[in-house]
T-cell receptor, first 109, second 111 residues
Framework: GQNIDQPTEMTATEGAIVQINCTYQ??????LFWYQQHAGEAPTFLSY????GLEEKGRFSSFLSRSKGYSYLLLKELQMKDSASYLC??????????FGAGTTVTVRA | DGGITQSPKYLFRKEGQNVTLSCEQN?????MYWYRQDPGQGLRLIYY???????QKGDIAEGYSVSREKKESFPLTVTSAQKNPTAFYLC??????????FGDGTRLSIL
């Protein structure tokens, strides 16, 4: 089974940077995913890490340390439209995903 | 997500009734998944199917049933045995090592 922890809520100002941490315990790691979910909508894929290190995609970056069971999602140059829930998900060897409860990010003007 | 259609968007059920949620995909993806999302909680896996005519229980399968007779379709039936069916239901598909992609979801409520 999985145990995935991420903060419940974070608040930041427009133009700032926010880092969302995710820690996990797994018996068969096969990748870590970040999804963005706006209220009432489906999750959309943001990033994927399977090897240690940083993956950068425009304003969003994701980092993974497998030995520490740790990942973070970094959101730079925050915009109002970035207000959403961010879901950390760990994939097992059978390709099943286990999700954290999500971090609600509120961007203030 | 383009290519994954969930219907209806909103569904109401009377207590004691079974109800079926539709999920259709034209992405030619082999694997399909059903999740349930409750307020303040992460997505929980109900059932999944890696190939046609085969499916496995997820973490919270009790009170649900599925079928996978066609590659494009993976309907989920919420039976009267599911005591807390009110939730947001999400269908997802996956091909090979790619990320799962989600449909727009069906919100089920009990009258």
């Amino acid at each position: 089974g999985q145990n995935i922890d991420q903060p419940t809520e974070m608040t930041a100002t427009e133009g700032a940077i926010v880092q969302i941490n995710c820690t996990y315990q797994t018996s068969g790691f096969n990748g870590l995913f970040w999804y963005q979910q706006h209220a009432g909508e489906a999750p959309t894929f943001l990033s994927y890490n399977v090897l240690d290190g940083l993956e950068e995609k425009g304003r969003f970056s994701s980092f993974l340390s497998r030995s520490k069971g740790y990942s973070y999602l970094l959101l730079k140059e925050l915009q109002m439209k970035d207000s959403a829930s961010y879901l950390c998900a760990v994939r097992e060897r059978d390709y099943k995903l286990s999700f954290g409860a999500g971090t609600t990010v509120t961007v203030r003007a | 997500d383009g290519g994954i259609t969930q219907s209806p968007k909103y569904l109401f059920r009377k207590e004691g009734q079974n109800v079926t949620l539709s999920c259709e995909q034209n992405l030619n993806h082999d694997a399909m998944y059903w999740y349930r999302q409750d307020p303040g909680q992460g997505l929980r896996l109900i059932y999944y199917s890696q190939i046609v005519n085969d499916f496995q229980k997820g973490d919270i399968a009790e009170g649900y049933s599925v079928s996978r007779e066609k590659k494009e379709s993976f309907p989920l039936t919420v039976t009267s045995a599911q005591k807390n069916p009110t939730a947001f239901y999400l269908c997802a598909t996956r091909q090979a090592n790619q990320p799962q992609h989600f449909g727009d979801g069906t919100r089920l409520s009990i009258l």
